[in-house]
């Protein structure tokens, strides 16, 4: 089985082929990052252009890296949502005219259910297992009972993980996307500063992420009132100290309360160092756990992922038509 995978929902053109699910032929990803960056995030309607500019040429590039022609593929997976609306259109118009001229069915994918299957290209998932999804715009446990479903037990209340990474960034004046640059500050500093921990209700598997945010602010702004400079190594250490203890200690508990065989660590965020050590560490001492962590380029945003998904989903008979529409609020429940 040979996949096309396409995925256009924010900000990268991406494109990869997928040999019987697992097997990465190609996997082109062009960013537009540098653009976006002198904005401080991502502009919908640049993001739109540029997609338009990169789709053909990018697909093109995944078919010749793979060594194949249109002919060659069973099917191709698109993201159908959630996204960014004019993003996600370039894709799926980009996938339904392809399909329609050369008769290739098409599959709808849901872009958080990619995130997760970049997790089979590394291991085989084992079921019942939860996956940890971490990432620009979504923070939240999902369950899978087997392929293709997805259960939402917990989920942030407010800002995501990434977006609470991207905005404490900000406020640092680091450059966008700020993830990465507070990872690297992170690990050069101490977690010194008192930072509140969101735990919600006893037994809520939800997140929250803006009182964190907002206390970091907070301690920058009282700081610089009282003429204190405060080390934003040690503030970067302290932020993500806190982010890092509420996803471990919640995800255990999920493992914990529905005895999964495996967890799979899902999202751009799962690019995190301190995170993954966190999680690496907890899990060695549950060795009945299976604990699946994927190589950062499948973290971030790509089209292997969704090709991935797209797999499973064919093979279980999933097909799409050319009615398919970009949904940028696709539920993952019920797509
Ligand atoms: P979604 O997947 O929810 O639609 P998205 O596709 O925009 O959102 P991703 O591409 O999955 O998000 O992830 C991007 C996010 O990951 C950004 O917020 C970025 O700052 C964050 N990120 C990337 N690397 C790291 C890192 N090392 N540490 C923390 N955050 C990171
Ligand atoms: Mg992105
Ligand atoms: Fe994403």
Redesign the pocket.
């Known amino acids: 089985l040979i996949v096309l995978g396409i995925e256009t ?2 900000d990268e053109t991406a494109a990869s082929v997928i040999k019987n699910g697992t097997i990465i032929l190609s996997n082109v990803v062009a960013s537009q990052i540098e653009s976006h960056k002198r904005f401080g995030g991502v502009v919908p309607e640049l993001a739109s252009r540029h997609h338009v500019e990169q789709i053909t040429i990018v697909i093109e590039e995944a078919l010749k890296e793979a060594g194949l022609t249109l002919s060659e593929i069973d099917a191709i997976a698109v993201t159908e949502g ?2 960014l609306v004019g993003a996600l259109l370039v894709g799926v118009n980009a996938a339904k005219a392809i399909a329609y001229t050369n008769n290739i069915p098409l599959v709808n994918v849901h ?2 259910a990619g ?1 997760i299957y970049a997790n089979r290209l590394i291991k085989e998932m084992t079921f019942p297992l939860i996956s940890l999804v971490v ?4 923070t939240e446990l999902v369950y899978m009972r087997e392929h293709g479903e997805f259960t939402v037990i917990g989920e942030t209340r407010d800002d ?1 993980a ?2 609470a ?2 905005k404490v960034a900000r406020t640092l004046n680091l450059p966008y ?4 640059h ?2 690297r500050l992170a690990h050069e500093g101490k977690p010194t500063i008192d930072l509140p921990r969101a735990w919600l209700e006893e037994d809520s598997y939800d997140f929250s992420f803006s009182g964190l945010k907002s206390a970091v602010i907070n301690t920058l702004h009282n700081a610089n009132q009282k003429g204190i400079t405060i080390d934003s190594k040690d503030l970067a250490a302290s932020f993500q100290a806190s982010v890092i203890d509420v996803l471990v200690t919640k995800t255990i508990r999920a493992v914990k309360e529905y005895k999964v065989k495996q967890v799979l660590l899902s ?3 799962a ?3 301190g995170l993954r050590t966190a999680l690496e560490e907890a899990f060695n001492e549950m060795p009945d756990v299976d604990l699946v962590i994927p190589p950062l380029n499948l973290c ?2 790509n089209a292997a992922m969704i090709a991935a998904a797209g797999s499973v989903l064919f093979e279980r008979g999933k097909r799409s038509d050319l009615s398919l529409n970009a949904n940028p609020g696709l539920d993952i429940e019920h797509f």
């Open positions: 929902s924010c959630p996204g872009h958080i995130h990432s620009g715009g979504h995501a990434g977006e990474y991207d996307p700020g993830g990465p507070i990872d999202g751009g965020v690019a995190n160092k971030t945003d």
